[in-house]
């Protein structure tokens, strides 16, 4: 992978030169608390800070699948609201199934879950629908609708979760707008680059406002500058106030981002660094 050389890995990129993104077409919005409310322009809130609350925490998890298949092991974290986390570890390590409870696609087996100080490990499915609208989310393999267009993709998301929206189609251009699509947006997935429907993805996850954003694999069937993009465009999400956390097999994005590595590994954390590597010096058995 090559990477711009005007990246520094430093956390801070709140001082990076607009022209240092290297693909052009992640955009600045002239409001910013209509994508991110709350969030001063400009500011960019460190994990470290202790005056920041928790927006997710688990506590001593445990998921056992039905098979029997324990995916997860007393699973202690916490993220703060902004933060940017990857999740890194092996096939099979407990990643998407950290991912599945956090929209309560599947339910803990012991332990309790919180997100935005709710307890998602005792919500009534009732309440579900609410959970998931603060929460937008991306998989390795887009999971578009192929017979809609990029617009309908996204407006979709929408009129799912929250039925009787008003001003649909301008919600729906200012997402792809984001994500430097608004030129695709009659167009249909198959007519798209990998990179761009994955971008379409993006768009449909975001066009609700999440605060929380979870990217399973997003690159995981990208190449690496198309990755490279799909990253800064998560990272200028980050930026904007949501808070991401990406599972992801990518050492060369993770070695080079430098922001708060969480290692699984057969279920258990088994490193949580704020600055960290895919690898930890003289480590060999992730990924
Ligand atoms: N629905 C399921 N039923 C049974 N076992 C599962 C299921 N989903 C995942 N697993 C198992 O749980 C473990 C963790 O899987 P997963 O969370 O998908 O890991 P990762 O995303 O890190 O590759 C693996 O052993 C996997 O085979
Ligand atoms: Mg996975």
Avoid: C
Wanted: aromatic share 4%; glycine share 10%; proline share 6%.
């Amino acid at each position: 992978m090559h990477a711009p050389t005007t990246v520094s890995p430093s956390r801070d990129d709140g001082d990076r030169p607009r022209d240092a993104v290297p693909w052009g077409a992640i955009r600045q919005p002239e409001d910013l608390e209509e994508l991110a409310p709350g969030v001063a322009r400009g500011h960019v809130a460190l994990a470290a800070d202790p005056t920041l609350r928790p927006i997710i925490s688990f506590h001593g998890v445990e998921k056992t699948y039905p098979n029997g298949t324990v995916a997860l092991r007393d699973v202690n974290l916490g993220i703060n609201e902004r933060d940017f986390v990857f999740l890194v570890g092996a096939s099979g390590a407990g990643k998407s199934t950290l991912v599945r409870l956090l929209i309560r696609e599947e339910g803990a087996s012991s332990g309790r879950i919180f997100v935005n100080g709710t307890e998602i490990t005792r919500m009534p499915r009732r309440r579900l629908p609410k959970l998931r609208r603060q929460i937008g989310i991306v998989f390795q393999d887009y999971k578009l609708l192929p017979r809609s267009t990029v617009a309908q993709n996204v407006a979709f998301a929408l009129q799912v979760t929250s039925p009787g929206q008003r001003h649909l189609r301008a919600k729906v251009e200012e997402a792809l707008w984001i994500v430097g699509l608004e030129d695709k947006i009659e167009k249909f997935p198959d007519e798209l680059s990998g990179g761009e429907q994955q971008r379409v993805a993006i768009a449909r996850a975001l066009v609700h406002k999440p605060r929380i954003f979870l990217a399973d694999e997003p690159t995981g069937n990208l190449d690496p500058d198309t990755s490279w993009g799909i990253v800064q465009l998560l990272l200028q999400i980050n930026h904007r106030g949501t808070t991401v956390v990406m599972a992801t097999h990518n050492r060369e994005v993770v070695d080079l981002v430098r922001r708060r590595v969480i290692a699984i590994e057969g279920g258990r954390v088994v490193r949580d660094e704020q600055e960290g590597q895919y690898l930890k010096d003289g480590e060999a058995t992730i990924g």
